[in-house]
Nanobody, 124 residues
């Protein structure tokens, strides 16, 4: 099992920046691809960003490309999401996930472990 805990959410004004962390414990997180998803009220959970096991490859949703940066520090068992130029449409609960099922980085079924989520609210 891998336990994931997100932190860093909060309220920010449009155009502002925020950084999320995802602390992992349990099994060695370096064996897992990791990702961020988000879910806005009344909407389905959607892919935000993912990072490969090696950390060499990263993937982003078109809506956040150029504004968000995903990274990982396996020595600290932590993944990060740096967000800038935040928009009201970025308001959602953000979840981190880890998995090694293979398949698409973009699909939630590729990840077997999930955090509880952290709320980000962007005010316009």
């Amino acid at each position: 099992q891998v336990q994931l805990v997100e932190s860093g959410g909060g309220l920010v004004r449009a155009g502002g920046s925020l950084s999320l962390s995802c602390a992992a414990s349990g099994r060695t997180v370096s064996n897992y691809a990791m990702s961020w998803f988000r879910q806005a009220p009344g909407k389905e959970r959607e892919f935000v960003a993912a990072i490969s096991i090696t950390g060499i490859s990263t993937y982003y949703a078109d809506s956040v490309k150029g504004r968000f940066t995903i990274s990982r520090d396996d020595a600290k068992s932590t993944m990060y999401l740096q967000m800038r130029d935040l928009k009201s449409e970025d308001t959602a609960v953000y979840y981190c996930a880890a998995g090694n099922r293979g398949g698409s980085y973009y699909g939630p079924r590729s990840y077997e472990f999930w955090g509880q989520g952290t709320q980000i609210t962007v005010s316009s």
